[in-house]
């Protein structure tokens, strides 16, 4: 099978983690779309426009790998527009199934052609979440082995801002 996936998040920030799954995802289709939800409810610590660049970065020497945005509005219906057939979420632990379970039955009711493929990152990578990276970091820890050195340094920015508050 190669085709066209999609691989939504938050992606506050990208991490190594998500980069592995990416890569696992394009081993099995032609074309990977990052899709980041601009409007999901969730306090970011980046803007959009923030993680887009951070993320084309990371994902620069991947030419079957583009990175665009939700601005709103249901991942089914971008999916559809994308000509997406498969929506790629990770799973890292077993509590993350449940609400990926849902998501997925869910955008299957609404885009009915869909299938959400779940796949493990490497087992390094089984406790690395964005919400925690975001959290170590700010507060002085080192996270290098987590995320992408342009990632690294937007973090120590961010610190650094908070620092000077
Ligand atoms: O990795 P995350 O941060 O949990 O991403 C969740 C995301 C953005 C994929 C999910 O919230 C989503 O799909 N939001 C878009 C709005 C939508 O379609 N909601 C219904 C999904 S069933």
């Known amino acids: 099978m190669k085709q066209k996936a999609i691989y939504p998040g938050t992606f506050d920030p990208f991490t190594n983690g998500h980069l592995d799954v990416l890569e696992r995802a394009l081993n099995i289709f032609e074309q990977v779309i990052v899709v ?15 993680r887009v660049a951070m993320i084309r970065e990371v994902v620069g020497d991947y030419p079957a790998v583009s990175v665009e945005v939700l601005h709103g ?5 971008y999916a559809r527009q994308a000509g997406a057939k498969a929506i790629v979420r990770g799973v890292r632990q077993v509590k993350d199934f449940e609400y990926e379970f849902q998501m997925s039955l869910l955008n299957r009711h609404l ?7 779940f796949l493990m990152p490497n ?26 050195p342009c990632v690294l340094e937007k973090l120590h920015l961010k610190r650094d801002e908070a620092n000077t508050k």
């Open 123 to 148: 087992v390094k990578y089984t406790y690395v979440a964005s919400s925690i990276i975001r959290e170590v970091a700010l507060l002085g820890g080192d996270v290098s082995k987590f995320v992408h």
């Open 73 to 77: 509005g249901l991942l089914a219906d």
């Open 111 to 117: 885009y009915p052609e869909v299938t959400t493929v």
């Open 36 to 50: 980041i939800a601009e409007n999901c409810q969730k306090n970011v610590l980046f803007t959009v426009d923030e």
